[in-house]
């Protein structure tokens, strides 16, 4: 029962250019969406959220676009910077306030 | 640094053997849930904690169980273990107040099953 995912295992880009990373979710329960971003060797780390009644949210660099009526969200990186190659997952709260993970996708960012 | 503390980093167990995986926060944070995350996949939820109750469980048989200390820390305990019980574990705190959706991971215990 895989309800948030992520189609793109990975993805490559060059270093200024912006990073455009895909989620879809299928259940309409979700009411809040967060990123993560992983190194090797580390836990997943909080980047950004959404709320499900904000179509963006803006940090720096970082912004994510959610459109509830096709159940996605994007994760736009820009510019990109070689420190960002990591894996990304993106994530939906469920209603007992436990997570749905999607499988990830590794970003590679070249120099 | 995220202040939560997983151990072991690594573990190797046999198949039928039982693992107790632990979990602590530097925080005081009081809700902790336990992840599951197989090669090429997402963290999957096993369960959640929240003042020594578990209150929240995902898709994983009774084998998989856990504790909850007055101090916050945690335990997973996995009896019987099987083959596809190989994967990295990994805890998290939930923040409190208006950062509550959001989860510190340790960096997780990668258990091989033999």
């Known amino acids: 029962d895989q309800q948030v995912k992520q189609n793109s295992p990975s993805l490559s880009v060059q270093e200024g250019r912006i990073s455009i990373l895909n989620c879809d979710y299928t259940n309409s329960m979700f009411d809040y969406f967060l990123w993560y971003k992983k190194y090797p060797a580390e836990g997943p780390t909080f980047l950004i959220s959404?709320?499900?009644?904000?179509d963006k949210n803006e940090d720096g660099r970082f912004t994510v676009f959610l459109n509830k009526s096709a159940k996605h969200l994007s994760l736009h990186i820009v510019p990109s910077q070689p420190g960002d190659s990591a894996v990304y997952f993106c994530?939906?709260?469920?209603?007992?306030?436990?997570?749905?993970f999607g499988a990830g996708t590794r970003l590679t960012v070249k120099p | 640094e995220t202040g939560v503390t997983q151990s072991p980093t690594h573990l190797i167990k046999t198949r039928g053997q039982q693992v107790t995986l632990r979990c602590s926060s530097q925080?005081?944070?009081?809700?902790v849930s336990w992840y599951q995350q197989a090669l090429g996949q997402g963290p999957q939820f096993i369960f959640q904690y929240y003042r020594e109750e578990e209150n929240g469980r995902g898709n994983f048989p009774p084998r998989f169980s856990g504790l909850q200390f007055p101090n916050y820390s945690s335990e997973l305990n996995v009896n019987a273990l099987e083959l596809d019980d190989s994967a990295l574990y990994l805890c998290?705190?939930?923040?409190?107040?208006?950062?509550?959706?959001?989860?510190?991971f340790g960096a997780g215990t990668r258990l091989s099953v033999l």
């Open positions: 959404i709320s499900s009644i904000k």
């Open positions: 925080s005081g944070h009081n809700t």
């Open positions: 994530a939906a709260r469920t209603i007992n306030n436990d997570m749905r």
């Open positions: 998290a705190y939930r923040s409190a107040g208006i950062a509550k959706n959001i989860q510190y």
